[in-house]
């Protein structure tokens, strides 16, 4: 009887309610909704990450990475690369040649990050051929092709068959220099990579700057599964400890942080829009209490226990979240799966956002564990809400509460 | 042990303020099973004090009130609800029925907070509704039912957990007077034919003149108590 009259009351304000419950839904769906784009966003960057520049795990030398100087090659790195290409979970391998290298055009001189890769290696790994938007795979010149980003193209003032002259210190210390042609210009999406990264083939920059055909910058390998990254990244650096090998996540900067934030950050967005709800929620269920004063009080002078009062408080109050609440989920369900499936364009953020390494159409995605985590907050939301104006109505004398007009 | 329903020694009733105010002042009072009592008097003389304290709703300053021989005054809060859930029957001015619940569910919901089988209350409250004239009634919602109507769903609620007594706290104030005859008919049969004690306060002539008996109190005192 209790679950009937908390029921029918909700309704005996049906505009005042559905305001709330609108309310409700409005703010969870904002909160869900902006957490399923974020963690879409993250999860894409993820993958490009992966994908084009770390994939899941690099093999270098200890120093290379904080001084970026070509002396701190691995020795024998091919042998390496083989050794752990036949474990399991690993599908790719490529085996790297990096430089920081000038490179200049007859409009240009600028700093550039150089890769020797082996075309087919590297093309397992990242994809490379795919990104191409202008001429072919290391394919069309003989002798020292060169594959450069749209945008190098563009400042350099660069064309198929043009020619660029890389300069690069040797082995020895000593600049030496070459001319490259461009047989192939390259768009991965990704503003900050195509800014720099410049891609020829690992001979050709292993003879430039002295170097054995078996030692390598840097060796990156592709997994069949995100998760295994780290916990094999870490297998193999107890295996080689004179060398570095980290995940792609220790590899890119902030990515770490990114994710761990992106998790947090989700749940702050609900709980700041859950806790905006809840004030709106007392308030209607104060008001509520305080208009049905005396019948409250007639309710107890009757014989309504003080227990009984307070569940049946609570019992709207919950009533009024669990309705507004899980519409509010409903709805972001369906948005998150429509623009999963559709994508979230942009328009004119996304080439702002591209520049960033962030995709400009979001594919929106959220873990089923997050809907939990979001429901769960709901309900201690709404039980929150439900005290105040319980015991509110606790507090009531009957025989005051009767005489009140 | 007394034969009284409800009996009070000495009651007094004081509400503290900046100049304390004595609203029943040392009352002594038994009303007898099966007794039709109006207590009277004008505004401000403590009859809705003197009849919250009898109904357990507010306690006494000092003195003692009893029903059927238990002292409420030294109840728990707690004890003080189930005693009115199982002993008293409450008819108010107005708000006496939840508004969203049919006129059978109002007068059930006593019952089921006392854990009476569902057999039980549909035969107590289709008996108690046709005996308060409102057979035809049972699904409507105090909306849609009058003033008079909603009075009688009330007497029909504060009999249906078999109370001791019956207290009524100017049960006509809002009638008009077709439907105040109405209800004094309904509640002077059942006091006459099942013996159900009546205890008002009232200051409806109409309702003095139906009286047995007429306690008049002044400035918290007993002025007078006729038995007619």
Known sequence: ?405 | MSNFVIETKGVTKTYEGVVPVQAVDHVDLQIEDNEFTAIVGPSGSGKTTLLNMIGGLDRPTSGSVKVNGTELARMSENHLIDFRLRHIGFVFQSYNLIPVLTAKENTEFIMLMQNIDKKTRDERVEKLLKEVGLGDKMNSRPTQLSGGQQQRVAVARALASKPDFVLADEPTANLDSHSTTNLLDIMARLNQEEGITFVFSTHDQRVIDRAQRVITLVDGKIASDIRK
């Open chain 1, 1 to 405: 009887m209790i679950t009937k009259i908390a029921w029918r009351n909700i309704w005996r304000n049906r505009v005042r309610s559905l305001v709330v419950i609108v309310a409700l839904a409005l703010g969870l769906w904002a909160g869900t909704f902006t957490t399923g784009f974020y963690q879409g966003m993250i999860n894409q960057r993820i993958d490009d990450v992966i994908a084009s520049e770390m994939s899941h795990f690099q093999v270098h030398d200890t120093n290379f990475r904080d001084e970026m100087q070509i002396q701190y090659f691995i020795e024998n790195a091919l042998d390496i690369q083989n050794e752990i290409s036949q474990k399991e979970h690993i599908v790719a391998s490529s085996g790297r040649v990096v430089a920081n290298s000038m490179m200049g055009s007859a409009n240009k001189n600028g700093a550039i990050k150089f890769n020797g890769v082996d075309a087919e290696e590297e093309n397992a790994v990242t994809g490379l051929s795919e990104k191409l938007v202008e001429g072919a795979y290391f394919e069309g010149v003989k002798r020292n092709p060169i594959l450069v980003s749209a945008k190098m193209a563009e400042e350099y003032k660069l064309k198929l068959r043009s020619k660029v002259v890389v300069t690069i210190q040797d082995l020895n210390g000593d600049i030496t220099s070459a001319s490259f042609r461009v047989v192939g210009i390259y768009k991965s999406g990704n503003g900050m990579l195509d800014a720099t990264n410049a891609y020829a083939r690992r001979s050709d920059i292993q003879k430039l700057i002295g170097m054995q055909p078996s030692d390598l910058h840097e060796i990156a390998f592709l997994l069949d599964n995100h998760d295994l990254a780290e916990p094999m990244a870490n297998e193999f650096q107890d295996q080689y400890t004179e060398l570095e090998v980290l995940p792609w996540m220790d590899l890119a900067t902030g990515m770490r942080y990114m994710v761990e934030a992106g998790n947090t950050f989700a749940i702050v967005i609900v709980a700041i829009i859950l806790i905006a709800l809840l004030f709106s929620v007392i308030n209607t269920m104060l008001m509520a209490v305080m208009e049905r004063t005396r019948e409250i009080g007639m309710l107890m002078a009757v014989g309504l226990n003080r227990n009984k009062i307070f569940i049946m408080i609570m019992l709207e109050t919950l009533f009024l979240s669990l309705i507004g609440g899980p519409l509010g989920l409903l709805v972001a369900f369906s948005f998150i799966e429509y623009y999963g499936a559709n994508g979230f364009d942009l328009g004119a953020m996304g080439e702002t956002y591209g520049e960033l390494g962030f995709a400009a159409v979001v594919y929106t995605e959220l873990d089923p564990s997050a809907y939990l985590t979001i429901t769960i907050m709901v309900l201690v939301m709404a039980l929150l809400a439900s005290i105040y104006p319980a015991i509110k109505a606790l507090r009531l004398n009957p025989s005051e509460a009767i005489r009140k007009i």
